[in-house]
């Protein structure tokens, strides 16, 4: 059929008479054919390329990594509604701009993020929040693995990198200097327990409550944080023992010129913390807990003084009042008795006794045999001595003998030198002894006798004490009795031997007369004061030859 060009439509029609043209909206007919598409490459015609359904390929004019060849085309989308366009930069780099707004409600739904390990696509890893979860390249403790990233923020109009040193440290600096007025809000400071983290608390100004892991008066719990100061210069920990007590050490030397301030001492009435107070000059003022005549309060405190070398407490006996001896120590008497009836001077000494100047065993017998364990005179003995070795002058000892009559008994003992006294401890129905007992200067009753106990007497009753070395006796009281006619005035007189020196002479150390017929008692202001190693002896040389008994007591103190 011939076409008539002035038509206003044009109808295609395939080899088979099928209409090609289609409406919009309608079904396509089956058997429907299309025409192949095609282009120029700028010389050749080129079909333009399609996948197994029917999309079309899209290569770029230049291979990746190639320089840029023709123009760009335009990228878009649809906001479903309509086509938009991708938006880029002046460089091309896309901008991206979120479904909402900032603070707005979500819009769609989010798209996942993703990055290379290096070999395959991986998707960024969120939790069930959908905040970011980092993980490592390396665990920890292990080697670095792969390079760090800079993390960075913003100053509010710039982008900061986070300053690190050369090790790789965080430096901190913050908003405001030294001293400036503080700049922005404070970021909230957080730990952990161990289980949960926990913010650091502060008071309502800012500064940091510390509470220790373990309540007073509880077990301790954790380990200690060193505690430290300044010395002006540098950071120093506080110094402490090894109990962890502190130690106190004074800013200036013993001795030295005073360095720094002094710090208030104190202590606490009961219910209020209280100042220790000084005078003027510092010095501490002591005022008791109770007026004069006041009702006692509180307790007392002890009162020392000092013998010259070391601190003494003061004495006292149980009701609290103050023992006062000439220097303290054991108390004891020197007695002595004789008879005479010649103006020679004697030893006040009721029974002989003859010096030995070393130790030895000695033994000891009576002249009865009544004096004897079961008998009716003396049963046992009590003898007191001191022993000397090279030059030293030990003692009191004492060693106790039960009598056997007239067999000698040996002492325990082989370091008897002086005896100072013999005792009868226990007696039988004549209550003192029976006869003479004598001590004798070696063992089995060898040697002679060089002391007696006179019978039916207790005590040998010689006026001499010995005074071992180191100590002091002190002699404040005399008394002294003669029975010799009145107007015979015997002299007494208290002699002094040194035992560490050979052949040393007995020395008056004090003298005293006396009428006969009466009994003196004298008082010693100043105490009559003997050094050991010494002999003390008393001794009395009357004035004429009638029978005359002399008794003598001294009372003493030795330390």
Not at 17 to 22: C, F, L, S, T
Not at 258 to 274: I, K, S
Request: hydrophobic share 45%; proline share 4%; aromatic share 4%.
């Amino acid at each position: 059929m011939p076409v008539d060009l002035n038509e206003e439509h044009v109808l295609l029609f395939d080899s088979a008479g099928v209409e090609m043209a289609v409406q919009n909206g309608v079904a396509i007919p089956v058997g429907t054919r299309g025409y192949i598409h095609a282009g120029s490459d700028g010389t050749n015609t080129r079909f333009i390329s399609v996948d197994t359904g029917g999309r079309q390929l899209a290569v770029g004019a230049a291979a990746a990594g190639a320089a840029p060849v023709g123009s760009p085309v335009q990228m878009g989308g649809s906001d479903g509604a309509a086509i938009r366009a991708l938006i880029t930069d002046t460089t091309g780099r896309q901008i991206a701009v979120g479904a909402a707004a900032a603070g707005a409600a979500p819009v769609g739904n989010p798209l996942l993020v993703s990055g290379s390990d290096g070999a395959a696509v991986r998707a960024l890893l969120t939790d069930v929040g959908g905040r970011q979860i980092a993980v490592g390249a390396a665990a920890a403790a292990a080697a670095p693995v792969g390079n760090p990233v800079l993390v960075g923020g913003s100053d509010g109009a710039a982008v900061r990198t986070r300053l690190l040193d050369t090790s790789g440290r965080g430096i901190a600096v913050g908003a405001a200097a030294t001293g400036a007025a503080p700049v922005g809000n404070p970021v909230l400071m957080a730990g952990s327990d161990g289980a949960a983290a926990r913010t650091l608390i502060t008071d309502t100004t800012g500064r940091q409550i510390a509470v220790g892991a373990a309540a007073s008066g509880a077990a301790a719990a954790g380990n200690p944080v060193l505690t430290a100061g300044s010395d002006g210069a540098n950071a120093r920990s506080l110094l402490v023992d090894a109990s962890g007590r502190q130690i106190a050490v004074g800013a200036a030397a013993d001795g030295a010129a005073v360095a720094g301030n002094p710090v208030l001492m104190a202590g606490q009435d009961g219910t209020n913390a209280q100042s220790l107070f000084t005078d003027t000059s510092g010095r501490q003022r002591v005022i008791g807990g109770a007026a004069n005549g006041a009702t006692v309060t509180g307790d007392p405190v002890l009162v020392a003084g000092s013998d010259g070398t070391n601190a003494r407490t003061l004495l006292t006996d149980a009701t609290g009042r103050l023992a006062v001896t000439s220097s303290g120590g054991t108390a004891g008497a020197i007695q002595g008795e004789v008879t005479t009836n010649a103006t020679t001077k004697a030893a006040i000494t009721l029974t002989a006794y003859t010096d030995q100047a070393t130790n030895a065993q000695r033994s000891v017998s009576s002249a009865s045999a009544n004096d004897t364990a079961a008998g009716t005179g003396a049963r046992t003995i009590r003898i007191t001595y001191y022993s000397i070795a090279a030059g030293v002058v030990t003692g009191p000892f004492t060693e106790t003998i039960t009598m056997n009559g007239v067999t000698a008994v040996n002492t325990v003992s082989t370091t008897i030198a002086f005896v100072e006294e013999i005792e009868v401890m226990t007696a039988g129905s004549l209550g003192a002894s029976a006869g003479i007992i004598s001590i004798f200067v070696t063992t089995a009753g060898g040697g002679g006798a060089f002391g007696t106990l006179t019978a039916s007497t207790t005590t040998t009753r010689w006026a001499q004490h010995w005074v071992p070395s180191g100590k002091t006796c002190s002699i404040t009281d005399v008394y002294i009795q003669n029975t010799a006619a009145s107007g015979n005035a015997p002299k007494i007189t208290i002699e002094v031997l040194d035992v560490a020196t050979a052949n040393a002479a007995s020395r008056p150390f004090a003298t005293y007369r006396i009428d006969g017929r009466s009994t003196m008692a004298f008082g010693a202001s100043t105490p009559i004061v003997v050094t050991g190693p010494a002999r003390i002896r008393a001794f009395v040389q009357p004035e004429n030859a009638p029978v005359q008994i002399t008794t003598f007591e001294a009372r003493y103190t030795e330390a």
